[in-house]
């Protein structure tokens, strides 16, 4: 189920969750999104410099994430408040979803859980069915780009061609 790093590996169901996503009470998870591809990007804490850039990457990235019909989540475990003002203050428009009590406990599910009690910075990309697509673990202080995403989706829009011939 688990890459070496302990990270969910490509090819297996998605645990399904559903996180708190506004102040209040919307939830969200990947099941609201079926159908579709999903990025689920964990990431430590709002406000550290590496999350920021990263977050702010996504959105600016989400004219080619749409061209593939993806949905991205951002997760960390940090309260709905936090994300309100982060997301406010990075012009992030994409859900930050609190994973927040029982701390972690969506982050655990994946492998994207760390001994310091925060997510990992972690990406899962799922496809349209649920199964992880792709994974990727990255050092806490290395923003690891749009690149593996855009990768990962691409080879989904390829499958699906091949599979509609």
Known sequence: MTDPTGLISPGWPAPDF??????DGRRTGPG???????????????????????MALYQAAMPELDRYGAA?????VDSLWSHRAFAASQGIEFPLLSDFEPKGEVARAYG???????AARALVVLDPDGRVAWSHLSPSDVNPG???ILDALQRLADERRVVAR
């Open 72 to 76: 991205v989540l951002g997760i960390s």
């Open 18 to 23: 559903l996180l708190p996503a506004t102040p």
């Open 32 to 54: 609201d999104h079926r159908g579709r591809p999903v990025v689920l990007a964990f990431y430590p804490a709002d406000w550290s410099p590496v999350c920021g850039d990263q």
């Open 146 to 148: 749009v690149d593996g």
């Open 112 to 118: 994207a859980y760390t001994v310091r009690g925060e």
